[in-house]
């Protein structure tokens, strides 16, 4: 059984930086693709970012590019987004999913997902 357990979400003043973590355990993760998606207050889901597991590679939604960085440690099998210049619109809870198609946006294509950890960012 895959878990992902993400943490790091908190109260921060718009301007201000958070750290997301997702820590994976229960499969071999050299072949997905891992997603941060985020879901605003009576909105739809929508994707922030995604990272090649075996690849460094990242793609990052226009809203959030040049502001928020997504990395990896394969030793710990975690992966982190760091969250720059936070705007009262980047309040959500954040999500962390895992996916076996290389470097998909949509989140129906992606087969595993944590809990989520909000986000809220005060202006």
């Known amino acids: 059984q895959v878990q992902l357990v993400e943490s790091g979400g908190g109260l921060v003043q718009a301007g201000g930086s958070l750290r997301l973590s997702c820590a994976a355990s229960?499969?071999?993760?050299?072949?997905?693709?891992m997603g941060w998606f985020r879901q605003p207050p009576g909105k739809e889901r929508e994707f922030v970012a995604a990272?090649?597991?075996?690849?460094?590679?990242?793609s990052y939604a226009d809203s959030v590019k040049g502001r928020f960085t997504m990395s990896r440690d394969n030793a710990r099998n975690t992966v982190y987004l760091q969250m720059n210049s936070l705007k009262p619109e980047d309040t959500a809870d954040y999500y962390c999913?895992?996916?076996?198609?290389?470097?998909?946006?949509?989140?129906?294509?992606?087969?595993?997902w944590g809990q989520g950890t909000q986000v809220t960012v005060s202006s």
């Open positions: 229960g499969g071999t993760f050299r072949h997905y693709t």
């Open positions: 999913a895992a996916s076996t198609l290389t470097m998909t946006r949509n989140g129906y294509q992606y087969d595993y």
């Open positions: 990272i090649s597991w075996s690849v460094d590679i990242t």
